[in-house]
């Protein structure tokens, strides 16, 4: 762990599961919009790509849409989701214990998310994980989101750290791909919301549980 001096996460599907929130949150609009829903299964391969996106695709899954018809909707899927932030929504095993580590040794660490930042920062909050994270940037605070390596070094750049001794830790393509792009060493969760196999992503490791984190190092 010497060599690590900073530590840039991705959020959903890396730290917590927040798929149950976010099919109850589109649900609720798909409903009020005379839809059926879209099962948490279903939605868990919707992530990824940002929130308007995954509404676009429960859309298209329940009768068709665009981002002209989704992004109306997004207002209200933001308040339906505020309403209780940290509701169904689990920090996965082994992860306060690990950043509460990382912390003690001195690691510099940030959020790189495509999330949006009317729900990371709330969730963070509600969860308790936002004491650990000298930046977080979501795809408000970037002209560069996922896979675009420029949200990676934005958010090292927020935590006042470089690129010497920074990685990335993520569950996707998307972050693969960003960490690649930044030229940042990548480890790999597989509980999260990969959408492709995993021996198509150039990663330094790949861990099967959070608390595998810091012998992956």
Do not use: W
């Amino acid at each position: 762990m010497a060599d690590v001096k900073s530590i840039v996460f991705d959020l959903d599907g890396t730290l917590i599961d927040s798929v149950p929130a976010v099919a109850a949150a589109i649900n609720r609009v798909l409903v009020e919009e005379g839809r059926l829903e879209v099962s948490v299964e279903a939605m868990r391969g919707m992530l990824g790509g940002g929130a308007l996106e995954t509404m676009i695709q429960a859309l298209q899954a329940t009768g068709g849409g665009d981002e002209k018809l989704a992004t109306p909707l997004m207002e209200r899927y933001f308040a339906a989701y505020l309403e209780d932030p940290s509701a169904s929504t689990v920090v996965y095993p082994g992860v306060m214990d690990v950043l509460e580590g990382l912390r003690t040794n001195g690691v510099a660490m940030g959020i790189c998310t495509n999330k949006p930042g009317e729900t990371t920062r709330p969730v963070l909050t509600a969860l308790g994980l936002d004491k650990f994270f000298t930046a977080v940037l979501t795809p408000a605070d970037t002209h560069f989101p996922k896979p675009d390596g420029r949200h990676v070094l934005e958010t090292l750049a927020a935590m006042g750290s470089t690129i010497e001794g920074a990685f990335f830790v993520g569950d996707s393509e998307m972050d693969v791909m960003a960490a690649n792009d930044a030229s940042i060493p990548v480890v790999c969760v597989t509980y999260g919301y990969c959408h492709v196999p995993f021996t198509e992503l150039k990663a330094i490791a790949f861990i099967d549980t959070f608390a595998e984190l810091p012998g992956a190092f």
